[in-house]
């Protein structure tokens, strides 16, 4: 049976990266179909948009979107689209693994993290930002609901036995912030009863950032709000090697949006030398989402052994001297094996 999904190239690098990952896919033989839609520049240049209605139509229906990096043009009032998109769906969940691969510049040959984060509330309100008449205070708040924070400590414990996880980390600050931290706390400490195969445990947010830069093999998912999960996910990114290889996923209840952490590296754009690895680790995630785990078991094991073994043809930010399409065709060449 085949599955149809919105592809949205994006900008800079991203059509480049996004043919080398659907020819991976393809490669892979998965059944799926791919439905084109435009965001970004490029939707601006052609449609005078930057999120054309038609494109959130096709994510609407497919549900699942694979998405290259868009660029928000800076000034002229531009909400981030990124932002957009996922007050639009609700992606309350913000799933961002962080695996160490072979031949990267890591200090680190072991980690295995993965971090979910509050994506639709906390400390990232638009609203209730503030700043007194002769501009002496500024205030903004931070707001989380048993709701929110229910959703998201379940989604963590949930993927965490579907994915044969063993150890949950709630990241907190309830010592200081004690109403809001507090409740997610709490929620965290009342869902985590439910799940007594899975250990538990809290931390701290400012005793995590050690831990993980000195002792990261002691983390396996982590569960917290916006903030915190924001920084922390970029600080698991730093640890396994950086931005190649970081893939970034959107769940909410009726879509999902699957993308690369990085965004449009206008620097290196036309080139032909961005990392695929990004977009084509957020595409296994997707793999994952639709019931296809060992394809996508099986991507990133072909990426690996590619990392391992094909040297030459991995993209010059790893080292090697190869381009987007010989590290792409030889990951291809391993899934096809
Ligand atoms: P960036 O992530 O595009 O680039 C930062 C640095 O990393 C650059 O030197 C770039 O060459 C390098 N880099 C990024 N991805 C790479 C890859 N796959 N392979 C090799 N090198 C790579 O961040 P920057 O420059 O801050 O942002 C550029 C544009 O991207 C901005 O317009 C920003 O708004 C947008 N952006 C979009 C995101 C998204 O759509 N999810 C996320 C982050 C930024
Ligand atoms: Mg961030």
Known sequence: MSKTIAVIPGDGIGPEIMTATL???????????????????????????????????????????????????????FTSINVTL?????????????????????????????????????AYLAEGQTVSEDGEVAQSIIRNTRKGSTRIVRYAFEMAVKKGRKKVTA???????????????????????????????????DNTCMQLVMKPEQFDVIVTTNLFGDILSDLCAGLVGGLGLAPGDNI?????????????????????????????LAAADMLDHLGMVEKGTKLRQAIRDTMTNDRDSVTPDLGGKGSTESFGEAIARRVKG
């Open 23 to 77: 020819r991976v896919l393809d490669a892979l033989d998965c059944g799926l179909e791919y439905d084109f839609a435009e965001a970004g520049m490029i939707a601006l240049d052609k449609h005078g948009d930057l999120l054309p209605k038609d494109t959130l139509d096709k994510i609407a229906r497919h549900k699942v979107a694979l998405k290259g990096p868009l660029t928000t043009p800076i000034g002229g009032g």
């Open 171 to 205: 990241v907190h600050k309830a010592n200081i912030m004690k109403t809001s931290s507090g409740l997610f706390l709490n929620v965290a400490r009342e869902i985590a009863k439910e799940y007594p195969q899975i250990e538990f445990n809290e931390m701290i947010v």
């Open 252 to 280: 909410g209840e009726h879509a999902a949006i699957f993308e690369a952490v990085h965004g449009s590296a206008p620097d290196i754009a036309g080139k032909g030398i961005a990392n695929p690895c990004a977009l084509l």
């Open 86 to 122: 996922r007050r639009h769906f609700d992606l309350y969940a913000n799933v961002r693994p962080a695996i160490s691969f072979p031949g990267t510049k890591s200090r680190y040959d072991n980690i295995d993290i993965i971090t979910v984060r509050e994506n639709t509330e906390g």
